[in-house]
């Protein structure tokens, strides 16, 4: 008898599920609901809870690609032992007050989030099930190491469906905003945005990083030359563009910082071409 899979107990989809939620309140610009998604997972999924410890065994596993098969089947192994010392009990109650926020303070609508990777991830929680027979285990053990194994070739086409659609509407809507196309810079930002909830923001803070101090590098050598000098309205925008620059090491990354780092690269664009 086949195993029916309750997403609401696959810790590794509900965790899917929120940051798929956090990425949508980011298009929307509802920082509230951002804030709570946030603090959710904040709460949900620290360095030494069991969901924590539970959604990397996952990850370790349908994260992989790539690999030769020896390796993959002591991965597999591994994984499966390591997932049998969790206290089954202890993740039980602490899926369910996890169940229990998301319902409360967002909406049961969350576990009806598209996630790509669904069916390896419901895999992935029939294989660490003691319910399920043996034969049904060694069938999807088998998937499992052919995924693990495939060398994946994703372009940027075929990129997580989920991904494209909030990027293409993120553009859409700054462009709206602001009546201007996205240059490569601004895209490349912007992208890092996107995808900034999975891994804590540390590849979009360092972005931000060298993209402010590229901004006060171009901006300070725009300053240098006598057409920006002698234009008292270029002046000024290059001042307060400086100022704004220099405050940020002051603020925490988050939308509104984005956005304006994305209207000053065109800003300092349109300075750098008024002063040439």
């Not at 298009?27 to 959710?40: A, M």
């Not at 992208?191 to 901006?219: H, P, Q």
Request: no cysteine; hydrophobic share 35%; net charge positive.
């Amino acid at each position: 008898m086949r195993l029916r899979h309750n997403k609401k107990r696959n810790t590794a989809f509900v965790y899917e599920a929120l940051v798929r939620e956090l990425t949508k309140s980011a298009i929307k610009n509802d920082l509230n609901k951002l804030n709570k998604i946030k603090n959710i997972i904040k709460e949900h999924f620290t360095r030494d809870s069991l969901l924590k410890k539970e959604l990397g065994i996952y990850k370790s596993l349908y994260e992989t690609s790539g690999m030769n098969k020896g390796s993959a089947e002591k991965m597999i192994m591994e994984a499966r032992l390591e997932y049998s010392r969790l206290d089954k009990s202890e993740i039980f109650k602490e899926q369910s007050s996890l169940i229990k926020v998301i319902n409360r303070s967002l909406s049961s609508s969350v576990f009806s989030n598209f996630v790509p990777n669904y069916k390896n991830l419901a895999s992935l929680y029939s294989i660490f099930n003691d319910a399920v027979d043996v034969k049904q285990k060694v069938m999807l053990e088998e998937k499992l190491l052919e995924s693990i194994t495939a060398i994946k070739t994703t372009t940027k086409e075929e990129k997580d469906p989920i991904d494209n659609l909030v990027y293409k509407s993120f553009v859409k809507r700054f462009n709206e905003k602001y009546e201007n196309q996205l240059n490569e810079g601004q895209k490349s930002l912007l992208t890092k945005y996107v995808t900034s909830f999975v891994d804590d923001g540390l590849e979009l803070k360092m972005a931000m990083n060298e993209e402010i101090g590229a901004l006060k590098t171009r901006i300070k050598s725009a300053l240098a030359k006598p057409v920006v000098a002698k234009d008292k309205d270029l002046l000024a925008k290059t001042n307060k563009v400086i100022e704004i620059l220099e405050d940020y090491k002051n603020k925490e990354v988050d939308l509104v910082m984005v956005e304006e780092v994305l209207k000053m690269q065109s800003l300092i664009e349109e300075i750098e071409n008024d002063a040439n």
